[in-house]
T-cell receptor
Framework: DQQVKQNSPSLSVQEGRISILNCDYTNSMFDYFLWYKKYPAEGPTFLISISSIKDKNEDGRFTVFLNKSAKHLSLHIVPSQPGDSAVYFCAASGNYGGATNKLIFGTGTLLAVQP | DSGVTQTPKHLITATGQRVTLRCSPRSGDLSVYWYQQSLDQGLQFLIQYYNGEERAKGNILERFSAQQFPDLHSELNLSSLELGDSALYFC????????????FGPGTRLTVT
């Protein structure tokens, strides 16, 4: 049962344009969402997060939007740069009785930014 | 550089063997997490420790065990290895273990032949 879904395995965008990566979740217990970027042969790198009490969080070129009613979040990258080319993972953690913030990951979206 | 270190980077071993993967968290982080990334799956949560105590378990096989030591480094022990255990194993750390970001190490690539 995939609780966090990234339905687009890949996305190709021109340099300077907007990249929009999408993520859907099914577990209403999730209250904290994160995006990670991963290059080959490296560990995931934290990008940006959002709490369920917010619907938007912005950090430089990266903005995450959360639509709780639709159980959907998205990551916008503006403007996209070739160095943004990587696999992007959406992750969620929830209220597991206050004991843990283990992350449930999506399967990732490979973003290719074309020069 | 996330500040999380993992050793070794690569490990090749035979079926039936036992290996130990090591992780040192970022300075000041009390919580350590282990994740497995197989070829056909995303990152799967295995286990979390907080300040030396087990905090949560995920899809961790009984052949696998972990511990966190007083100096907060952690080890993941994998025994009776099978071909299907070949994967990338990531360690992550966070300061408190609740509501904060996790920072990942570079991973250990395990190949079981």
């Amino acid at each position: 049962d995939q609780q966090v879904k990234q339905n687009s395995p890949s996305l190709s965008v021109q340099e300077g344009r907007i990249s929009i990566l999408n993520c859907d979740y099914t577990n209403s217990m999730f209250d904290y969402f994160l995006w990670y970027k991963k290059y080959p042969a490296e560990g995931p790198t934290f990008l940006i997060s959002i709490s369920s009490i917010k619907d938007k969080n912005e950090d430089g070129r990266f903005t995450v939007f959360l639509n709780k009613s639709a159980k959907h979040l998205s990551l916008h990258i503006v403007p996209s740069q070739p160095g943004d080319s990587a696999v992007y993972f959406c992750a969620a953690s929830g209220n597991y009785g206050g004991a843990t913030n283990k992350l449930i990951f999506g399967t990732g979206t490979l973003l290719a930014v074309q020069p | 550089d996330s500040g999380v270190t993992q050793t070794p980077k690569h490990l090749i071993t035979a079926t039936g063997q036992r290996v130990t993967l090591r992780c040192s968290p970022r300075s000041g982080d009390l919580s350590v997490y282990w994740y497995q990334q197989s070829l056909d799956q995303g990152l799967q949560f295995l286990i979390q420790y907080y300040n030396g105590e087990e905090r949560a378990k995920g899809n961790i096989l009984e052949r696998f065990s972990a511990q966190q030591f007083p100096d907060l480094h952690s080890e993941l022990n994998l025994s009776s290895l099978e071909l299907g255990d070949s994967a990338l194993y990531f360690c992550a750390s966070s300061h408190r273990g609740l509501g904060d970001e996790q920072y990942f190490g570079p991973g250990t690539r395990l190949t079981v032949t």
